[in-house]
């Protein structure tokens, strides 16, 4: 059974810095991963998608990679902002007929001024 | 980029009483629409998923008699709380994709239902 897992549950970081969010998961056959971005009681926005043949995706200030044979992929967010703060999701599509998305648990990002 | 349209944001209402959710796909053909269920400072779980035309899959320990889930065209799915009782409270999503899975999963906005 497919598991995803997010380290850390929770950063908090001053505004400008960098930093890295990472998601593993147990079982390497993926379609692709999605990072999410959720903030308080709405829903989710994607942020990078990656399929299974790629390495990595870049959208501006975010830098998402993948090792599929590893089970890992990380979230990279350069010279973060005050409303960068929101809970950030990991979710890999499975290879199964239905395509379930299996989410971690996310971690909650809080960037200060 | 694909939006998917959920409404209301939020719902009260008194415990007995149904309530519908509706998600559509508002510049695609959603194929399969999917329904969460959101508890606070946790992460989805996955409720049901649908097909355009076919019956609903639902998840173990979903009663498919209580979230009754309606996909009748590619861009339309709804979600009927049916006889709500406090502890259905909760904050439910869809998402929605199109035929092809490889251009990933699109959400609404999520509903925020509390029932007295």
């Known amino acids: 059974k497919q598991e995803v897992t997010q380290i850390p549950a929770a950063l908090s970081v001053p505004e400008g810095e960098n930093l890295v969010l990472n998601c593993s998961f147990t079982?390497?056959?993926?379609?692709?991963l999605q990072w999410f971005r959720q903030d308080p009681g709405k829903g989710l926005t994607s942020l990078l998608l990656?399929?299974?043949?790629?390495r990595e995706q870049t959208s501006g200030r975010l830098n998402a990679s993948l090792d599929k044979s590893s089970g890992r992929s990380t979230l990279y967010i350069a010279a973060s902002q005050p409303g960068d703060s929101a809970t950030y999701l990991c979710a890999v599509l499975d290879g199964g007929s239905q395509g379930n998305l299996i989410f971690g648990k996310g971690t909650k990002l809080s960037v200060k001024p | 980029g694909a939006v998917v349209s959920q409404h209301p944001s939020w719902v009260i209402c008194k415990s007995g009483t149904s309530v519908k959710i509706e998600c559509r796909s508002l510049?695609?053909?959603?194929?399969?629409m999917f329904w969460y269920r959101q508890f606070p400072k946790q992460s989805l779980m996955l409720m049901a998923t649908s097909n355009e035309g076919s019956k609903a899959t639902y998840e173990q320990g979903v009663e498919k008699d209580k979230f009754l889930i309606n996909h009748a065209s590619l861009t339309l799915s709804t979600l009927t709380v049916t006889s709500a009782h406090p502890e259905d409270s909760s904050f439910y999503i869809c998402?929605?994709?199109?035929?092809?899975?490889?251009?990933?999963?699109?959400f609404g906005s999520g509903t925020r239902l509390t029932v007295v």
């Open positions: 079982d390497s056959a993926i379609y692709n």
């Open positions: 510049d695609f053909q959603a194929t399969t």
């Open positions: 998402s929605a994709r199109g035929a092809d899975r490889g251009y990933g999963y699109t």
């Open positions: 990656i399929q299974s043949s790629q």
